[in-house]
């Protein structure tokens, strides 16, 4: 393993497996083939590049697009693929899904007919715990449980899921896949609820938290996340999945008000608005199964967001950026209704 493409290198959780990967190993390439959507940003990467700039190249470019695709594995003679290109909004989901079934579905497809064309040694799939779908009080899922997706992003992918399993079984294709929880940290897109809150938190804006505010989700710190893909890549066994993440749930309310804390902004920021369709109330991951591979999460919930919102708040550079541009309309429809019904 030397030369590695990393697609969606560009968005949060590549743009930080990128940095992490060229730091711990002095001999690899890294490649990072991105279509730059609204949430591909350089400015992710513009410390690497002049870092690492010997051992990293950017592409720009689609993995629905099979010639696209074909060019920079012949290019860059890539041995391994890390996919994390995708569409990755729940509510974006909601109110356009095609991309999400082009990018999600068809794009791993195409990744994987290339993984298969050049012989790599490994293809890994960044999955998500979304693909098990909602989880009763009690269970946490295992690898081996059915998957329930109940919104257009967990169905895309779940559907990538299952072509590496298929591809897997049918071309002995040398997949992995990692289903990891809510990553949080470093330049993450503002539509996702942690950053979303921190900056309007820190702009005294309102909260808006869907429903009671008593769904559960797992929120681990990005580069644990990362970690524990470098662990599967070089330690995990081809064909598998693993769970990734902390194994504690936190609700909403909790994480909501631990931001509204550390920044010492009141706790009447926080709008209860209209939930989201479908919203899954909980998500759960047994991580057994990685942690026999060695891997352990490093930060608490309470690191990980504290270290979350320093970063937020000591980079308004990188945040207010994104916030001035297209991202005003997105808010303004998906969330100008429910905030201006909204309840504290
Ligand atoms: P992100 O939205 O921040 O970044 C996605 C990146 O993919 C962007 O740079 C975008 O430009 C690129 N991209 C989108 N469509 C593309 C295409 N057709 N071709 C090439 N590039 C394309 O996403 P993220 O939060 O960093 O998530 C990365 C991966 O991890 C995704 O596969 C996601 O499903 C998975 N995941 C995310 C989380 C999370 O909490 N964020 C948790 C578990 C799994
Ligand atoms: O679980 C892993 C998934 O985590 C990844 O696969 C997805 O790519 C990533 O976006 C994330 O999905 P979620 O839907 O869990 O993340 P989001 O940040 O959108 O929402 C987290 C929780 O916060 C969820 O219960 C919905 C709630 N929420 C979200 C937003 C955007 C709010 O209460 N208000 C909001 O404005």
Request: aromatic share 12%; charged share 25%; with cysteine.
């Amino acid at each position: 393993m030397r030369k590695l493409l990393i697609t969606g290198g560009a968005g949060f959780i590549g743009s930080n497996f990128t940095r992490y990967m060229l730091e711990k190993y002095s001999d690899y390439q890294l490649v990072i083939f991105d279509k730059l959507t609204y949430a591909g940003n350089l400015d992710n990467l513009k410390d690497v590049e002049a870092q690492y700039g010997d051992r990293y190249a950017f592409v720009r470019g689609d993995i629905a697009d099979p010639a696209a695709v074909d060019a920079v594995m012949q290019a860059h003679e890539v041995d391994t693929i890390v996919n994390f290109a995708a569409e990755t909004h729940v509510d974006r989901s909601l109110m356009e899904p095609d991309a999400f079934i082009r990018t999600d579905v068809y794009g791993t497809y195409v990744l994987l007919e290339a993984a298969n064309k050049y012989g790599v040694e490994r293809y890994h799939q960044v999955s998500t715990d979304e693909v098990y779908g909602e989880i009763p009080a009690g269970h946490s899922s295992l690898e081996t449980d059915p998957l329930h997706a109940r919104s257009p992003y967990s169905a895309s992918k779940a559907g990538g899921d299952l072509l590496c399993l298929a591809y897997y079984t049918s071309f002995d294709t040398p997949v992995t896949l990692t289903r990891g929880s809510n990553n949080i940290g470093p330049y993450q897109y503002p539509e996702k609820v942690v950053p979303l809150f921190v900056t309007n938190a820190i702009d005294d804006e309102p909260l808006p938290l869907y429903g009671d505010g008593r769904q559960m989700r797992d929120y681990q710190y990005v580069l644990d996340h990362c970690e524990g893909i470098d662990v599967v890549l070089h330690r995990g066994k081809v064909g598998e999945v693993y769970n990734l993440g902390t194994g504690v749930e936190t609700e909403n309310i909790v994480m909501a008000h631990a931001i509204l804390d550390l920044l010492d902004k009141p706790y009447s920021l926080l709008r209860h608005v209209t939930d989201r369709p479908g919203h899954d109330r909980r998500y759960s991951l047994n991580v057994d199964k990685i942690r026999a591979l060695g891997w352990e999460s490093r930060h608490s919930f309470d690191e990980a967001i504290a270290q979350t919102v320093r970063w937020y708040v000591d980079n308004q550079w990188w945040w207010r950026k994104i916030k001035s541009g297209d991202y005003k309309e997105y808010y303004k429809k998906w969330y100008g209704q429910r905030l201006a019904g909204a309840g504290s």
